[in-house]
């Protein structure tokens, strides 16, 4: 029943002052995850517009995309690929910088995880800025897959994440 799932999952996420640094309002998700009928929905939510949308690969972005990634492609029949930040993954990889508040990062996957058109779509926990998910679009496209889609729980609407992926559209679960 995905009309009851809007409470479910917000009634599950804790919000957590002050973390990771003075002045931030975090948004965990831990209980939620430690709820079975909450972490159904929110699996469920986040693979039910991409049933039948022919998706190869789900792409999940470390760390907690990682959580929602692999139940999402165990739903939609598809393999699951890692992204991982700079330096974690064995083998040749290809990656893609994007810019932090101070600094910037680098996402990665294998070179050889995503073949050349095959269909992907990316899961992750929070779109915020778009940084992250920005550059996971942009480096699946360089590695030749098709973006069918991005996939999150939850939107912070306060940050221009949405306006940063309008080419590829996300879908959230939860604005909040
Ligand atoms: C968080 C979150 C997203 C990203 C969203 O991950 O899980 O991946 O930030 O932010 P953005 O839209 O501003 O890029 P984080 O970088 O904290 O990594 P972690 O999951 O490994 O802790």
């Given at each position: 029943?995905?009309?009851?799932?809007p409470?479910?999952?917000l009634?599950?996420?804790r919000?957590i002052?002050?973390?990771?640094r003075p002045?931030?309002?975090f948004k965990?998700i831990?209980p939620?995850?430690?709820?079975?009928?909450?972490?159904a929905?929110?699996?469920a939510?986040?693979a039910?517009?991409?049933r039948?949308?022919?998706?190869?690969?789900v792409?999940?972005?470390e760390?907690?995309g990682?959580?929602?990634g692999?139940p999402?492609?165990l739903e939609?029949?598809a393999?699951f690929v890692?992204?991982?930040k700079?330096?974690?993954l064995?083998?040749?990889?290809?990656?893609q910088?994007?810019d932090?508040?101070?600094?910037t990062?680098?996402?990665?996957i294998?070179?050889d995880?995503v073949?050349?058109?095959?269909?992907?779509?990316?899961?992750d926990?929070?779109l915020?800025?778009?940084g992250?998910?920005?550059a996971?679009v942009d480096?699946?496209?360089?590695a030749?897959?098709?973006?069918?889609g991005f996939s999150?729980?939850m939107?912070l609407?306060?940050?221009?994440g949405?306006?940063k992926?309008?080419?590829v559209e996300?879908?959230?679960?939860?604005?909040?």
């Open positions: 029943d995905t009309a009851a799932a409470d479910l999952l009634g599950r996420i919000d002052p002050d973390f990771p002045g931030v309002l965990d831990t939620l995850l430690n709820d079975p009928a909450a972490l929905a929110a699996v939510g986040l039910a517009p991409f039948g949308a022919g998706v190869d690969h792409v999940g972005l760390a907690r990682f959580i929602f692999a999402v492609a939609l029949g393999g890692p992204a991982r700079a330096g974690k064995p083998a040749s990889v290809i990656g910088p994007y932090l508040e101070y600094g990062a680098t996402v990665e294998h070179a995880a073949s050349p058109g095959s269909r992907v779509l990316i899961v926990d929070v915020a800025t778009g992250t998910g920005r996971a480096l699946v496209r360089k030749g897959g098709t973006v069918v999150v729980l939107e609407t306060a940050l221009p949405r306006e992926l309008s080419d996300p879908h959230a679960l939860l604005a909040v």
